[in-house]
């Protein structure tokens, strides 16, 4: 351990210009030193690592697949909106992890995690394909384009995933001011990087170096009390922000990496003063055309130090134009609309009622922040934006009690919705098309299971299961499609209705056909088990009459019966008048 942190703190140091201070494993030296003079190629494997990772994306039906934990059972299942009733299972183990199990960001692989690491398991048949030896592993976290794994327990070691190769390891891991995920990626993977004390370090993921525009510091960003920084989702561009420091303002800026051969440079983009700051959140849209800054701050004018929200809306196509709201309300929950202009804000000073308002930001290049419509007095607490937009659900979770609002944006109007007691977990499926609301074994011992809903809050499927744990739909890759092509799709959807319609229908009929089949054969054994009670109870016939020659009727014959009506009076109660003359 020691000797792995030595490498990590001295390897690639610049001495001067012309010297670079190497330092490797002892281990490393010697695995060098034996490889054989002679090349000797490696011995062909039988598992094929890339074939049918994306054959789940070729179901006929265009089902989804989500994986269910409960017990020390993991099961992953196909979601058949038309069969609720028959869900078909696709995988099922005891024991199959030992703590978690996630999915991949595209979904081709899911992990296991296990006390010698973690094991990755893919293809038709959802097999082991790899494994990674990091004894005692907690943490994971993928690169944006599965490239990469992060592991930690006691240290931190980047894998390449297709080769489960270790390609560099690091001290420390995760801390209470920073939290999990420790590095951030780039959208695109060049860059991975992690804030410390006064820096930012930012490392190039070709060669898992530091990039140090200077060599004489070992850092890439020296800035003095930085608190947190953010990749921009569609460019190499990280925001960042510093908070006052004597009589210097607090500060949000926005640096570019360039990259020109070997050599690299930061590109200043925009940058905003800030005056009596509390805390910043930064969140950016997921297209990178806007950055919002959540910054929390005392009133200018207030001698009660009143708490103001602001919201610094940054307009990236437009060169770093920033628009302003303002809310003099605490602000419980902000999330952006996928793919879209506009953007949702919980807040309110009553904590058992908050209010929703939706704003827009109008067009991306000369629009104008403006807010669309408040909804008053709602019981919520968290806001879950459809992956492809328009639809959101407003969820109030923990103290809330499950309370589940589903709202069409567009119309302004609630479309449907419930109540899941005691919800914890609330996720969109990746088509947005459904959407999961479960209860934790972990957080709550009681009522633990899952629902599923349609995104117009119509409630679909509901299971409780003893010790359930977790919940994940399965994610999807980005469509290959062009939007030109997705939009001529979108537009010829009318004619391909008939189509499918045509074929729900048959399924409906098969599935009628088949409960009509069930109930008959279930009516025929019931008949067969009757004739085989008469079969036997025959030869007893003339006993049972002879002990009952005075009963005056055969107990075998069902239409040998007779009717005995008895009629009772009761006197409920008397009443005496006196009639006047």
């Not at 390897?11 to 190497?22: I, Y």
Request: glycine share 6%; aromatic share 12%.
């Amino acid at each position: 351990m020691e000797a792995e942190r030595a490498v990590v703190k001295l390897h690639n140091q610049k001495l001067d210009k012309a010297h670079v201070f190497h330092v490797c494993l002892f281990s490393d030296w010697q695995k060098f030193k034996d490889t054989p003079a002679e090349y000797q190629p490696a011995e062909e494997s039988d598992q094929t690592l890339q074939d049918g990772l994306q054959q789940w994306l070729l179901d006929d039906n265009a089902r989804e697949q989500y994986l269910v934990r409960h017990n020390e059972e993991t099961e992953v299942w196909w979601h058949d909106p038309i069969a609720l009733t028959k869900q078909d299972l696709a995988k099922k183990r005891e024991n199959w992890t030992d703590l978690l199990a996630r999915w991949s960001p595209l979904g081709s692989y899911m992990l296991t995690f296990h006390k010698q690491g973690i094991q990755m398991w893919g293809g038709p048949d959802l097999e082991r394909i790899g494994r990674f030896a990091h004894s005692g592993v907690q943490l994971i976290d993928f690169s944006p384009k599965e490239r990469f794994l992060v592991t930690w327990y006691s240290n931190l070691a980047i894998w390449e995933t297709k080769t489960q190769r270790r390609l560099r390891s690091f001290p420390g891991g995760p801390t209470p001011e920073h939290g999990w995920p420790v590095f951030k990626w780039s959208h695109d993977e060049s860059y991975f990087a992690k804030i410390t004390e006064d820096n930012i370090h930012i490392f190039d993921s070709s060669t898992m170096t530091l990039i140090q525009p200077d060599p004489k510091k070992p850092t890439t960003l020296y800035l003095p009390g930085v608190r947190s920084f953010e990749w921009c989702p569609n460019d190499n561009l990280i925001s960042y922000w510093i908070p006052e420091m004597g009589d210097l303002p607090a500060r949000v800026a926005m640096v570019r990496v360039v990259a020109t051969g070997n050599s690299f440079s930061f590109e200043m983009v925009t940058q905003k003063n800030l005056f009596r700051v509390l805390d910043i959140r930064m969140h950016w849209q997921s297209e990178g055309h806007f950055l919002c800054v959540k910054v929390d701050r005392y009133s200018k004018n207030s001698k009660m130090k009143e708490k103001v929200t602001s919201f610094e809306l940054f307009r990236m196509q437009a060169d770093g134009a920033v628009e302003v709201v303002e809310l003099h309300e605490e602000v419980v929950a902000f999330a952006w609309e996928p793919k879209g202009v506009r953007f949702a804000v919980i807040h309110g000073n009553n904590p058992a009622r908050y209010n929703v308002s939706f704003y827009t930001m109008g067009e991306s290049v000369g629009g104008h922040v403006k807010c669309l419509n408040t909804l008053s007095k709602k019981t919520v607490n968290h806001l879950f934006w459809s992956p492809k937009g328009t639809h959101i659900v407003l969820a109030g979770l923990k103290s809330f009690n499950g309370n589940l609002e589903f709202y069409n944006v567009n119309m302004m109007e609630l479309t449907g919705g419930g109540e899941h007691f005691m919800c914890t977990d609330v996720e969109w499926d990746p088509s947005g098309r459904y959407v999961s609301s479960s209860v934790s074994y972990y957080r709550h011992q009681m009522e633990n299971g899952y629902t599923i809903w349609s995104f117009q809050g119509k409630q679909l499927l509901a299971l409780s299961r003893e010790k359930f744990l977790q919940f994940a739909w399965r994610p999807r890759p980005a469509s290959l499609l062009s939007d030109e092509r997705l939009r001529q799709i979108s537009k010829s959807l009318g004619k391909r209705v008939a189509k499918y319609q045509k074929g729900e229908k048959v399924l409906e009929r098969q599935e009628a056909e088949a409960f009509s089949k069930h109930r008959r054969e279930k009516m025929d054994e019931f008949k067969a088990f009757l004739a085989e009670r008469a079969a036997q109870l025959k030869p007893l016939t003339a006993r049972r009459r002879e002990q009952r020659r005075n009963c005056n009727y055969a107990s075998d014959d069902e239409s040998c019966f007779r009717y005995v009506e008895d009629y009772v009076e009761e006197l409920i109660s008397v009443e005496e008048e006196e009639m006047g003359h």
